[in-house]
């Protein structure tokens, strides 16, 4: 079947680089994203993302690897034939322009007869809510606003490739919760594949389908949020994302042992000589009964217990003075009176939350 304009496509990037000097911003990365799929860019400032976005997009030419939409090889097509949509860092939004202007303007340079582009540009405004802001002035528009124009003048002309560099970084906490449901269901509705950029892990967690977690220009992990978060492939990644305590497990051959005791896995340690078991703080309970069967327990001491309405947070002493973060529940099941600085604790990590991750890297 020939492709129609809007249909989604893979993008298929193979071991790119891209060096500033001594900097290497990009470092042997490759992706594959899928058709349709809504793929994040999560990690630090500086660690790659825009650079990336920007060889997609076809605005940096990286020193050497390849890049393919579909079965077409792009790397040295000019931006404006590649079919791809883009809200940058800043809006870049064009001050002088009304809004109807500066959405109309990816279809004035693809010629469009003026019927057809005021007709587009109305439909991309509804798209994002704006329905009917054609004539106002950017600079009458709230922020959130302005980010709406900028997706739809990234939508107006049905590029099959949508990219979108920290679109939500200028709003505030809950404009931007907002706005991230309204562009996952944007997604939804035009389907087209989409490489979003965000250093907000949260953001990433609520929005992708995957994610690529990346650190000095390479790729540290791309997986599900699910796998990410509960199976992350080294340190980098466990800490990017979500709360964790480390703590430094031996090994002896297939025996883990923390201390003295021996750890029960549900799954087979990475094969790595420096290990570290990772826990998250709702993953560990306290245990008021004492020991539980079949699990890992540590007998521990409160020195901090924070009451926070829905959930309570402590930190526990380990006997050989490493310190545990705890999150629990103040309703629902497992609920246990709070604790108290000092109180002697048991807390309880079932064999299946007994994660170890390769310790020797990040
Ligand atoms: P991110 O978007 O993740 O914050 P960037 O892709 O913007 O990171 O930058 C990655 C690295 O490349 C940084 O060290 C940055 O300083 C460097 N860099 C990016 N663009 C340029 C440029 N045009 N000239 C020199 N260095 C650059
Ligand atoms: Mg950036």
Redesign the pocket.
């Known amino acids: 079947m020939t492709p129609q304009p809007g249909d989604a496509l893979p993008i298929s990037v193979r071991n790119v680089t891209k060096t ?2 001594s ?1 290497h ?1 990009l470092d042997d990365v490759s992706i594959e994203v899928e058709s349709g799929e809504f793929l994040t860019l999560l ?1 630090p ?8 976005l920007m060889v997609l997009a076809g605005f940096t030419r990286p020193d050497c690897g390849s890049l393919k939409f579909g079965d077409r090889e792009v790397i040295r097509t000019p931006p404006h034939l590649r079919d791809v949509g883009m809200t940058f860092q800043s809006y870049a939004l064009f001050p002088h322009m009304t809004v109807a202007g500066n959405v109309g303007y990816p279809l004035r340079l693809r010629k469009v007869p003026k019927p057809e582009l005021d007709e587009r540009v109305e439909r991309a405004l509804e798209t994002v809510q704006l329905g009917g802001f054609g004539s106002r002035r950017i600079d009458q528009l709230s922020g959130g606003q302005k980010q709406r124009v900028a997706v739809a003048r990234a939508i107006v002309f049905e590029p099959r490739i949508l990219l979108m560099d920290e679109p939500l970084s200028a709003l505030d906490k809950k404009l931007r919760d907002q706005m991230q449901i309204e562009l996952r269901h944007l997604h939804e509705k035009l389907g087209m594949t989409t490489v979003y ?1 965000t250093h907000d892990q949260r953001e990433a967690l609520t929005m992708s389908d995957r994610i690529a977690v ?1 650190n000095h ?1 390479r790729i540290m992990q791309l997986a599900t949020p699910r796998d990410l978060y509960e199976r992350p492939a080294n340190r980098f990644v466990a800490d990017f994302i979500g709360d964790s305590t480390f703590l430094r497990v031996d090994r002896r051959g297939d025996r883990i042992s923390y201390g003295d005791t021996a750890l029960r896995l549900a799954a087979p340690p990475p094969a790595a000589d420096n290990l570290l078991l990772m826990i998250r703080p709702e993953r560990i309970v306290l245990s008021p009964e004492g020991p539980r069967e079949g699990a890992n327990n540590f007998a521990a001491t409160a020195t901090d217990v924070v009451y926070q309405g829905d959930s309570f947070l402590l930190n526990a002493r380990l006997p050989d003075g490493n310190t545990i973060a705890l999150r629990g529940a103040m309703r629902g099941e497992n609920v246990v009176a709070l604790p108290r600085v000092g109180d002697a604790l048991t807390l309880s990590l079932a064999p299946e939350d007994t994660v170890l991750i390769d310790g020797s890297e990040g």
């Open positions: 500033y000097g900097v911003a990690g400032s500086g660690s790659g993302k825009t650079t990336l950029v990346v220009g």
